[in-house]
T-cell receptor, first 114, second 116 residues
Framework: DGGITQSPKYLFRKEGQNVTLSCEQNLNHDAMYWYRQDPGQGLRLIYYSQIVNDFQKGDIAEGYSVSREKKESFPLTVTSAQKNPTAFYLC?????????????FGPGTRLLVL | QKEVEQNSGPLSVPEGAIASLNCTYSDRVSQSFFWYRQYSGKSPELIMS????GDKEDGRFTAQLNKASQYVSLLIRDSQPSDSATYLCAVNFWGIYGGSQGNLIFGKGTKLSVKP
């Protein structure tokens, strides 16, 4: 089955710790995205990537880092600099970054701070 | 600042009724529009996309776009309790020279409750 997988489903972070969220897709999509969703809020873009080895900051990139070494994978690291990391993190992908490209979402990772 | 606005609700309709969800956006530059449904604790799933003025129908769902008035709506006919969810409107704004701005701007969503 083609789709987007995210792991883990739940992640607990201790103070001062960096954690990495995994996102993998087998849709052969060029573009991948990371969003953050807080309760009662819309999705906010953290980073996106249009092509391997290239990525762009979104609206709330501070405290996060990404890499895109493979077309299929776009991991997100939540660093200790992110002071309020508790949220629902969603990875998405699309064929490309042009005006009509639909984004499809993975199941999400819920990050909680201990 | 490009913005997408939705009434947060909750919007409550009886089973079998038509649910009408509205979304307004801030920029007149050409765009593409998407409606996503999100069940509590789950990720968004695409319902419909629309790119041109007018109506687009898919089963019980109809998307309506009016670029002159800068709004897009989603109608759900014969609403079912299983339609109870939060509906997210998303807009892909174009640059003034054409081409995507690179990402979707999401509204905060409208929570729909369909009562049996």
């Amino acid at each position: 089955d083609g789709g987007i997988t995210q792991s883990p489903k739940y992640l607990f972070r201790k103070e001062g710790q960096n954690v990495t969220l995994s996102c993998e897709q087998n849709l052969n999509h060029d573009a991948m995205y990371w969003y953050r969703q807080d309760p009662g809020q819309g999705l906010r873009l953290i980073y996106y990537s249009q092509i391997v080895n290239d990525f762009q900051k979104g609206d709330i990139a501070e405290g996060y880092s990404v890499s895109r070494e493979k077309k299929e994978s776009f991991p997100l690291t939540v660093t200790s600099a992110q002071k309020n990391p508790t949220a629902f993190y969603l990875c998405a992908s699309s064929k490309g970054v042009i005006y009509q490209e639909t984004q499809y979402f993975g199941p999400g990772t819920r990050l909680l701070v201990l | 600042q490009k913005e997408v606005e939705q009434n947060s609700g909750p919007l409550s309709v009886p089973e079998g009724a038509i649910a009408s969800l509205n979304c307004t956006y801030s920029d007149r530059v050409s765009q593409s529009f998407f409606w996503y449904r999100q069940y509590s604790g789950k990720s968004p799933e695409l319902i419909m996309s629309i790119y041109s003025n007018g109506d687009k129908e898919d089963g019980r769902f109809t998307a309506q776009l009016n670029k002159a008035s800068q709004y897009v709506s989603l109608l759900i006919r014969d609403s079912q309790p299983s339609d109870s969810a939060t509906y997210l409107c998303a807009v892909n704004f174009w640059g003034i020279y054409g081409g995507s701005q690179g990402n979707l701007i999401f509204g905060k969503g409208t929570k729909l409750s369909v009562k049996p």
